[in-house]
Nanobody, 123 residues
Framework: QVQLVESGGGAVQAGDSLRLSCKTS????????LGWFRQAPGEEREFAAS????????YYAHFAKGRFTISRDNAKNTVYLQMNSLEPEDTAVYYC????????????????WGQGTQVTVSS
């Protein structure tokens, strides 16, 4: 059974940092591309960042470039999202997702999802 479990969310002030983690189990981790997405109330789920199965290439949404860093540890079956200089507009539920041999930005393609972790940024 495939499981993705996010952690690391919380309530912070603008300008603070958070590091999200997504621990996976039940899949061949090193064969999967991984993505981070977010969804604010009333909004569509949107792409934040993704990383290729071997970790050599990362992709970022425009709002994430320069502030967010995605990384993975294939030995720990875990993907991370380091978020710096957080803004109130970053408030959302953040989800990790996995798809074999895919690391694009289309959330509809991903097969496996975590339950999400809430990030709240106040001004």
């Amino acid at each position: 059974q495939v499981q993705l479990v996010e952690s690391g969310g919380g309530a912070v002030q603008a300008g603070d940092s958070l590091r999200l983690s997504c621990k996976t189990s039940g899949l061949s981790f090193s064969a999967f591309g991984l993505g981070w997405f977010r969804q604010a109330p009333g909004e569509e789920r949107e792409f934040a960042a993704s990383i290729t199965p071997n970790g050599d290439t990362a992709y970022y949404a425009h709002f994430a470039k320069g502030r967010f860093t995605i990384s993975r540890d294939n030995a720990k079956n875990t993907v991370y999202l380091q978020m710096n200089s957080l803004e109130p507009e970053d408030t959302a539920v953040y989800y990790c997702a996995a798809k074999a041999s895919y690391s694009g930005s289309d959330y509809r393609v991903y097969d496996y999802w975590g339950q999400g972790t809430q990030v709240t940024v106040s001004s």
